[in-house]
């Protein structure tokens, strides 16, 4: 498909004294490959001719500062007169100029003010020129606390234009989870950035922030976006060498990315044999200390279990036992499932499955119900409620979670709570902390945790030992004796060769 004319007419280079002979015999000989060149940094040369010849003032694309409602937008483009210079200059059609500025756009060279997504409309949408400091032929690689600290950094600046969007505030406790460790390091280097920032002028903040936001956009699409940044192995293989990338100084105060390095650890090796100094050791040690207090399992054990469990399960595996309706993974028809999610009736074949495991009880609506009325008979339904409580929490939209975890904290774990559960001290001391220090979806996870096995080392135990339990599963297989027994009847013959229940005449 013609998408690259424009690329194509800018990829051929001035002829080159240095790589042709006087008598034009001898071919050009390509430019040694650089240790640090990107596997795609070719295109991204020829990308950036184009994005040049577009920011030229008297012939590029028109730049100008709109008005939208009561506010200006500095610096922006409308997609049309991109689309319409495009078209001008490559003596193209609509299609094909649409096609080449969403691929650039893809790349991050130009992006929409007011969307995540990196494609390019025919319309009056505006749009803005990225900074050349976020160009791809940089070869930077962003670390996962970079991102953080941008995240964390757009929750402290309180503007409507920068709240979070659900996939980045996802990704936001996914981040807080796995760095929580570090998180107050995080947290201060947003908030240095945070204050650069206020200082900054409005518009030029606008305008910055934008181009931020557009570098994580390519390094970070939002889910249905095409990922540019992802290497093609042949390309990397091609070099002879593992693709080497150059890091960024993130050491400047205030910078636009986190500081996750020391210069002293950019510039020397991480491995065993590379430490030098005492912290490095140090850090050193209490890794290995981690690994060691990490639990083996031999793998003729994991086999076992894993025979159990598959023996266990085999009547709830389409593939292993068949299925009324039909096989949802070969059939394509999801009516199995939907009938179990949606069926009132309680199956022996469901409370069955209620005596694997808690989790099972927990996923079940209806297992669940009947978990929550043995509680209520012990007095323990605090623990429950408790539970699905902190299981919303992590649900729940980023504006509410601090309102939420204040809600569960003076409703079960408050010294004047009306619902008291009971943990450690440990776990109480831990979650007091998080509750006054930094509020968020985690802030209870020790305490559900610790919950979570009370409940399945004693009330769950009981539960599935007691005689509420023992009368569902009977009476669920008297209904089913009954109902076979009942589909039986009017095969069954007599001696004389007529149906029963019924006269010979």
């Not at 012939?59 to 210079?85: C, H, Q, R, Y």
């Not at 981690?290 to 054990?301: G, Q």
């Not at 399945?456 to 009981?462: A, E, I, M, V």
């Amino acid at each position: 498909m013609p998408v690259l004319p424009a690329l194509v007419e800018l990829k051929s280079p001035p002829p080159d004294s240095k790589n042709a002979t006087s008598n034009g015999d001898s071919a050009p000989v390509p430019p040694p490959i650089e240790e640090n060149q990107h596997p795609n940094h070719k295109l991204f040369i020829r990308m950036e001719q184009l994005v040049e010849r577009m920011q030229d003032e008297k012939e590029g694309v028109p730049v100008k500062n709109a008005k939208s409602f009561m506010s200006k937008v500095p610096s922006v483009f409308t997609g049309a007169d991109l689309i319409a210079w495009l078209q001008r200059t490559f003596e193209v059609d609509e299609q094909e100029a649409v096609n080449l500025a969403s691929l650039v756009a893809a790349h991050g060279y130009f992006f929409p003010v007011d969307a995540h997504n990196l494609t390019v409309l025919n319309d009056g949408t505006f749009y803005r020129f990225q900074t050349p400091y976020f160009w791809p032929s940089n070869c930077w690689e962003p670390e996962n606390t970079d991102y953080a600290v941008y995240l964390c950094k757009r929750t402290m600046l309180n503007k409507t234009r920068l709240e979070l969007a659900d996939y980045e505030a996802e990704n936001l406790s996914k981040l807080q989870k796995m760095f929580s460790r570090n998180w107050e390091f995080i947290y201060m280097q947003a908030e240095a950035q945070a204050k650069v920032d206020r200082k900054r002028d409005k518009m030029e903040r606008k305008v910055l922030d934008s181009q931020e936001r557009a570098f994580w956009d390519v390094h970070r699409p939002m889910p249905g976006c095409v990922n540019t940044t992802e290497i093609d192995i042949r390309k990397s293989c091609k070099l002879h060498k593992p693709l080497k990338t150059r890091k960024a100084n993130y050491n400047v105060p205030g910078g636009r990315l986190s500081p996750t390095l020391s210069t002293k650890g950019q510039q020397s090796g991480t491995g065993p044999g590379d430490v030098t100094s005492v912290e490095d050791l140090v850090a050193l040690r209490d890794c290995l200390k981690l690994r060691l207090n990490k639990s083996h399992v031999k793998m003729s054990k994991v086999a076992e279990f894993l025979v159990c469990g598959c023996e266990q399960y085999r009547e709830y595996d389409p593939f292993l036992t068949p299925t009324e309706p039909s096989n949802p993974w070969v059939s394509e028809d999801t009516a199995f499932w939907e009938l179990e999610r949606n069926c009132k009736e309680l199956t022996t074949r469901r409370v069955k499955r209620w005596a694997f495991s808690l989790d099972e009880v927990l996923r079940d609506p209806a297992g669940k119900e009947q978990f929550a009325k043995f509680l209520a008979k012990e007095y323990s339904s605090e623990n429950l409620n408790f539970y699905n409580n902190v299981s919303e929490l992590k649900s729940t939209s980023e504006k509410e979670v601090v309102d939420k975890v204040k809600e569960i904290w003076n409703e079960f774990l408050d010294a004047n709570s009306s619902n008291p559960v009971n943990i450690d001290s440990k776990c109480m001391d831990m979650t007091r902390r998080e509750v006054y220090a930094s509020p968020g979806r985690h802030t209870f996870d020790a305490a559900r945790d610790h919950i979570y096995k009370l409940m399945k080392s004693d009330s769950y135990t009981r539960f599935i030992k007691s005689e509420q339990y023992r009368e569902l599963l009977a009476a669920k297989r008297k209904t089913s004796v009954a109902q076979k027994t009942r589909s039986l009847m009017p095969i069954r013959l007599s001696t004389s060769g007529v149906p029963s229940g019924t006269t010979s005449s």
